[in-house]
C-alpha cells in the first residue's frame, strides 16, 4: 500500500486548503484513513480520519468545525477540507491507512500499518 499526500502550502490566517490523499496498492474502500500532523518540537497529533464502513468521521477537538474529512472511493483518495485557518493549524500533514482499525485505536497513530509522506501547511498571521 502506498499513500501520496499533496496540497498544503501557504496560506494566510482565516484562509482555506484541501488536501487530498491518493491511495494505490490495495482496496481502498476496505481501509480507514486519517489525518496526522506534527508541527516543528511538537509530537504528532490526530486531526481527522475517516472509516472503511458507513464512513464515519472523527476529528481533533482543535479542528471540529473548521475541518472535513471525505473520502472519494471511486478515486482511491481521501480529502481533508481545511476551512478558517490558524497559525497553530502550521505543521506537516500526513495521511495513513489501516485495513483493521478499531474505533478506539482511530486516534493512535502506532495503530495505522501505512503512511504518506508529509505535505506542509503554514499559516501566516
Known amino acids: 500500500v502506498q499513500l501520496q499526500a499533496s496540497g498544503g502550502g501557504l496560506v494566510q490566517t482565516g484562509g482555506s486548503l484541501r488536501l487530498s490523499c491518493v491511495f494505490s496498492?490495495?482496496?481502498?474502500?476496505?481501509?480507514?484513513v486519517g489525518w496526522f500532523r506534527q508541527a516543528p518540537g511538537k509530537e504528532r497529533e490526530f486531526v481527522s480520519a475517516?472509516?472503511?464502513?458507513?464512513?464515519?468521521?472523527y476529528y481533533a477537538d482543535s479542528v471540529k468545525g473548521r475541518f472535513t474529512v471525505s473520502r472519494d472511493n471511486a478515486k482511491n483518495t481521501m480529502y481533508l477540507q481545511m476551512n478558517s485557518l490558524k497559525p497553530e493549524d502550521t505543521a506537516a500533514y500526513y495521511c495513513?491507512?489501516?485495513?483493521?482499525?478499531?474505533?478506539?485505536?482511530?486516534?493512535?497513530?502506532?495503530?495505522?500499518?501505512?503512511w504518506g509522506q508529509g505535505t506542509q501547511v503554514t499559516v501566516s498571521s
Open positions: 495513513a491507512a489501516d485495513r483493521s482499525l478499531i474505533t478506539s485505536s482511530i486516534g493512535n497513530g502506532n495503530a495505522y500499518d501505512y
Open positions: 475517516i472509516k472503511r464502513s458507513g464512513g464515519a468521521t
Open positions: 496498492g490495495g482496496t481502498f474502500r476496505d481501509y480507514t
